[in-house]
């Protein structure tokens, strides 16, 4: 399996916990900087004809704040460039305060069928200390155009002044809305955000109270009938994101856009993060890649590992054993002892304990540390 990814690097305004690619004052480039994505798919048919391509992942920024043709023009170029599958699934990241009727009216007709919405938090107030555009209202005004459509929403905990109760009643609204996955992911306060400085000066939960904010929001989306197959994703029966399933896979994708990534062939490429050097190299007829590595036989399995062990049905000893040639548990047997209370073996799986995922991070280490 195989995917593409688009980044939209434009947004309206930049959220206080931002990291990505964005740039809040330069939407009058869309134009111009859609027809170099065109371009630069075109650049890169050739060396993918052989790729069959199973989903397409509109990303950003924010995809839906630039106008709709030009999306419908991007989902008729990845068909017309790449084998992209009748049955892929495509989606769009938006804002719920950018969208319309007519918007997701276009979006549907070119092919887009599944939404991932930017919520966050069903809380007002705390929408507009991190710098969202959209209010509550906005979020349901949007959920009533995707009645009845494959939708996604996102909701984060870690927030300033953040409790169970709202994480809960988030959650709710979500699931009220329609949503058929949402996506509960820790805010994480990078340096040169402006959300950083709530972090210095001690205003964001401490690491033991987001676990517990995890907790609230495990149960209700339990109690709701969403089933977690990633740390940090839920969703109804048979709605899993498959983009990100085949990231979790560690299977291939192809990146365009500022910013974007690639990993085709064991090679991770990276373009370039300036704007105006992506159009320079796309004019130009240069690919704009800034970094490329060739991941070894270590570095594959490390990845795998680490990818294998977020996911709720872990890893597969079997496909591990046909990849990397060895037994994981006689190779990892010094990690397996250390973590044998967090981890579980049954028939061909080995994956942590259910109760465990959250801090996965601390058991996985013990696996990319082991000398063998």
Known sequence: MAGIYVHIPFCKSKCTYCDFTSFPDKLCYAESYMACVYREMAMRAPELKDYSFET??????????????????????????????????????????????????????????????????AVDAQLEDIGRIHNLKDFLNCA?????????????????????????????????????????????????????????????????EVADLYAAGLKVLRSLGYERYEVSNFCKKGKQSRHNLNYWKRGEYIGFGVAAS????????TNTFDLDEYFKCILSNRFPVINREEVDADGAEEEYIMLA????????LTEFARLFGCDFLTKYAEAYKKTADYVEVSEDRFKIRDEF????????????????
């Open 309 to 316: 062990l977020r996911t709720a049905e872990g890893l597969n």
């Open 56 to 121: 397409l992942y509109i990303g950003g920024g924010t995809p839906s704040v630039i106008d709709e043709k030009y999306i419908a023009m991007l989902v008729a170029a990845a068909k017309k460039h790449f084998n992209l599958s009748p049955l892929a699934e495509i989606t769009i990241e938006i804002n719920p305060g950018t969208v319309s009727a007519g918007k997701i009216a276009l979006y549907e007709k070119c092919g887009v069928n599944r939404y991932s919405v930017g919520l966050q938090t």
């Open 262 to 269: 690639s990993c085709i062939n064991n090679v991770r490429t």
């Open 144 to 208: 009533k155009l995707l009645k009845g459509k494959n939708f996604s929403t996102d909701v984060m905990i870690g927030l300033k002044n953040q409790t169970a109760a709202d994480v809960e009643f988030s959650i709710r609204t979500a699931a009220e809305a329609g949503a058929s996955h949402i996506s509960m992911y820790a805010l994480t306060p990078e340096d040169g955000t402006p959300i950083y400085t709530d972090y210095l000066n001690g205003e964001l939960p401490s690491a033991d």
């Open 357 to 372: 995922l959250f801090v996965q991070n601390s058991i996985i280490i013990e696996y990319l540390n082991a000398k063998v």
